[in-house]
């Protein structure tokens, strides 16, 4: 597994707009929530999975949860659509439940395969992400343990305030 070292530049482009917010001193994933029912998605939709309501919000996450399940993505995706380094290194994705709002699809970073573990705290953090397209600074969001020693990138602050609510 990779340690991510490198610092991210706050002027790199979010590799896509509405994901999460950016640039921000304390980047937040956008999401979305039911106003009928209360359901909060990620990414975003305008419409409700859950009672085919249409009236939606706008609902920043919570930068904190646990890790729900993860795996080792071992091969380089078919591409397109993925547009990774050509030079494929494995990597981690998985699912971090943000209590009370949604389980976020992610990469998991900051933590390697002797180390990762179901139920794990993760924070929110914003990394570099190196594009075999476009040689264009561009940034993506993963998780990383709470209590990894950080990276040298862009993290979140650990508590803020949900002003999304
Ligand atoms: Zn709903």
Request: charged residues 15%; negative net charge.
């Amino acid at each position: 597994m990779t340690v991510l070292t490198e610092t991210v530049d706050t002027t790199a482009r979010a590799i896509e707009a509405g994901l999460f917010t950016w640039p921000a001193e304390q980047p937040r994933l956008i999401g979305s929530r039911c106003k009928a029912c209360g359901l909060v998605t990620f990414p975003s939709t305008s419409g409700c999975s859950r009672c085919t309501a249409d009236d939606t919000e706008q609902y920043l996450l919570a930068t904190t949860g646990e890790l729900w399940t993860w795996t080792v993505q071992g091969f380089r995706p078919k591409s397109p659509p993925y547009e990774g380094p050509v030079d494929f290194t494995p990597y981690l994705v998985g699912y971090v439940a943000l209590p009370g709002e949604v389980k976020v699809e992610t990469l998991i970073v900051g933590v390697g395969l002797d180390d990762v573990k179901i139920g794990m705290p993760m924070e929110l953090v914003i990394v570099p992400f190196h594009s075999s397209v476009t040689d264009d600074a561009l940034v993506t969001f993963a998780f990383q343990p709470v209590s990894a020693a950080r990276p040298a990138v862009f993290t979140t602050a650990a508590n803020p305030s949900n002003t999304g609510a």
